[in-house]
T-cell receptor, first 111, second 111 residues
Framework: DQQVKQNSPSLSVQEGRISILNCDYT??????FLWYKKYPAEGPTFLIS?????DKNEDGRFTVFLNKSAKHLSLHIVPSQPGDSAVYFC??????????FGTGTRLTIIP | DTAVSQTPKYLVTQMGNDKSIKCEQN?????MYWYKQDSKKFLKIMFS???????INETVPNRFSPKSPDKAHLNLHINSLELGDSAVYFC??????????FGQGTRLTVV
């Protein structure tokens, strides 16, 4: 039973444009959501997070939006840069330190 | 300075062997984890330790035994290795209920 889903396994975006990565979850108990970025042969790197009491969090080029009623979150990257090419994982937890991950979306930025 | 370091990075071994993966963090975190990324790229938690005490054990075969000699170390020992144990194993650490920082991963191949 996959509680965090990333339905797009891959996404290609032109450099300079906006990249939008989506994530859906089924467990309404989740109260903290995170995005991780992963390069090949490296561990996931924390990117940005959002608490369930907010609907938006911004950090530079990265913005995460949370729609609790739809159980949906998204990561916006603008403008997209070649170094953003990586696999992006959405993750969630509800305070027991156990992160539940999605299966990832491979983002490719086209120069 | 590497924040979360795990060794070895690659491990190739025969079925039936016993092997260990070591993990150390220098971030002063109180919680450490082992995650497994399987062939479908799904990242799933195996264990979580807080201040050297086991707090999460996610239905992992008892051939897997984590050992935390102190807050900065969490080693993973695997007995009687099986083909299905082949995966990438990630160590991570965090302060309780904040984002986790991951090591670079150990690619285990059982032949």
């Amino acid at each position: 039973d996959q509680q965090v889903k990333q339905n797009s396994p891959s996404l290609s975006v032109q450099e300079g444009r906006i990249s939008i990565l989506n994530c859906d979850y089924t467990n309404s108990m989740f109260d903290y959501f995170l995005w991780y970025k992963k390069y090949p042969a490296e561990g996931p790197t924390f990117l940005i997070s959002i608490s369930s009491i907010k609907d938006k969090n911004e950090d530079g080029r990265f913005t995460v939006f949370l729609n609790k009623s739809a159980k949906h979150l998204s990561l916006h990257i603008v403008p997209s840069q070649p170094g953003d090419s990586a696999v992006y994982f959405c993750a969630a937890n509800f305070g027991n330190e156990k992160l539940t991950f999605g299966t990832g979306t491979r983002l490719t930025i086209i120069p | 300075d590497t924040a979360v370091s795990q060794t070895p990075k690659y491990l190739v071994t025969q079925m039936g062997n016993d092997k260990s993966i070591k993990c150390e963090q220098n971030l002063g975190h109180d919680t450490m984890y082992w995650y497994k990324q399987d062939s479908k790229k799904f990242l799933k938690i195996m264990f979580s330790y807080n201040n050297k005490e086991l707090i999460i054990n996610e239905t992992v075969p008892n051939r897997f035994s984590p050992k935390s000699p102190d807050k900065a170390h969490l080693n993973l020992h695997i007995n009687s290795l099986e083909l299905g144990d082949s995966a990438v194993y990630f160590c991570a650490s965090s302060l309780r209920q904040t984002e986790a920082f991951f090591g670079q991963g150990t690619r285990l191949t059982v032949v």
